[in-house]
C-alpha cells in the first residue's frame, strides 16, 4: 500500500458518505458487472431553464470492464432534479442491476 493510500484511508478517503451514487450495470457484450460511483458535490454538470435558473442536473459516465476483455463502452446517462433526487437514467450498451445482483456476480 502507497503512502498516498494510506493516508487516504487514515482521513476516511475510503468511506461511502450521502454525497456518493453508486451505480451498477451488467456489459450487453460480455455480461460483466461493473459498479461506479458519482460523487453528487463534484461530477454533475448544471442544467438552466429559460430564465437562467438551475433547474436541475445531469452526469455521463462511459464505463468499460476490465474483467473479461470486452472493452464494449456502456454509457450511462443520470438526470436529476434542483435537490440531486435522480429523476431519470438511461443505459447505451448494457443494462442497469441491483448492488445484490453485483455482489452475488463479484462475490
Known sequence: M?????????FGGEREDADVLRVY?????????ISTRISLRNELSIRYD???????????KVLIGSKR????P?????????????LEREIGGGEFIT?????AETG
Open 25 to 33: 450495470v451488467r456489459c450487453r457484450r460480455c455480461g460483466e458487472a
Open 69 to 72: 476483455r470486452c472493452y464494449q
Open 74 to 86: 456502456i454509457e450511462v446517462h443520470l438526470t436529476f432534479d434542483a435537490q440531486k433526487h435522480l
Open 50 to 60: 429559460e430564465s437562467g435558473q438551475v433547474s436541475g442536473y445531469h452526469v455521463r
Open 2 to 10: 502507497s503512502l498516498s493510500q494510506r493516508l487516504a484511508k487514515l
Open 99 to 103: 448492488a445484490e445482483e453485483y455482489a
